[in-house]
């Protein structure tokens, strides 16, 4: 062997490497793989877990959509049904459809003014709304509070600015004189309108099942008025194509066919029940999340 030289420099000798260690030779190739194997067994379980949770969420949040657009529709036309009024307030009764005339406000004539105007003495509320469409009109009561007889409705084409006077008389802080203009003036076979008599400023609303344009799939829809430029808005969707919005109708425990047409059997109507079935927007796979709701709206003031 040679032998070592010994280290003369001024600088100093560089360290000569010492021989390794068994400990210190690192890692197998099978070592190596098998650590492979268990980091992809983790990053696998922690994906699974991720995706998991995901779609946990989405599943929550789809049945909260769904959740939602029940609630809002049962709230909204059992509320409704449930205050509608006297007269011909329920203009049309489908299976799938229905349209409804709905108070606004309750008020009284006070003077008549011209063969298309009258003035009526109404609740001073802040903030209600009086302004005139396509589905704006009155229903007069021209018997008496014990006999009443409800007139046939009529189309209101304007509405006057709130005046604290009436007939010249001063009207108290809680109340207000508004003009009404209408297309023909209140009455039902030979009765006519007449000073004193209670009347309601109704807006007929029209409720249905079909597909929008813009949003995916079938839609319940809310349109005011009957007139051509009258527009079905979505208020709540999508639902099940057959069964998204249904309506049965009762007259006491008698279920009535549909579509009712005669004036007097709606008249007659005294229960609706109302059932909604929505699907959520977002898919599983083939499998959509539907929630059903239901409500009988007892029409109080038509018994």
Not at 192 to 206: A, D, F, P
């Amino acid at each position: 062997m040679r032998s070592r030289l010994p280290c003369i420099s001024p600088l100093g000798c560089p360290a000569l490497p010492r021989a390794l260690r068994a400990d210190q030779k690192g890692f197998t190739l099978v070592e190596l793989m098998v650590a492979m194997a268990v980091a992809a067994v983790i990053v696998t379980a922690l994906f699974q877990f991720i995706t998991a949770e995901g779609r946990f969420f989405e599943l929550q949040s789809a049945h909260q959509e769904v959740q939602q657009n029940t609630r809002v529709v049962v709230e909204l036309i059992g509320s409704e049904l449930r205050s509608l009024p006297p007269g011909e307030s329920l203009v049309r009764a489908a299976a799938d459809s229905l349209t409804i005339r709905t108070a606004k406000v309750w008020g009284v004539v006070c003077a008549l003014g011209g063969a298309t105007t009258l003035d009526v003495v109404m609740p001073a509320v802040p903030g209600l709304n009086f302004t005139q469409n396509s589905g704006s009109g009155l229903v007069v009561n021209l018997g008496t509070e014990e006999l009443p007889v409800w007139s046939d409705p009529v189309l209101v084409t304007a509405i006057g600015e709130p005046l604290d006077e009436c007939a010249g008389e001063r009207l108290s802080a809680q109340a207000e004189r508004r003009t009404f203009s209408v297309g023909s003036m209140p009455r039902k076979d030979t009765l006519s309108i007449g000073v004193g008599n209670t009347l309601y400023l109704y807006e007929q609303v029209t409720y249905r099942a079909h597909r929008s344009e813009g949003v995916p799939g079938m839609w319940i829809q809310r349109r005011i008025g009957d007139l051509p430029a009258s527009t079905n808005q979505p208020m709540a969707g999508p639902v099940d194509e057959s069964a998204g919005l249904r309506f049965q109708y009762f007259a006491g425990a008698t279920p009535l066919a549909t579509p009712i047409l005669e004036s007097s059997a709606r008249s007659a109507v005294t229960h609706i029940l109302l059932a909604v079935e929505a699907v959520s927007q977002t898919t599983f796979g083939a499998e959509e999340v539907a929630r059903s709701d239901t409500v009988v709206a007892i029409l109080r003031n038509r018994r």
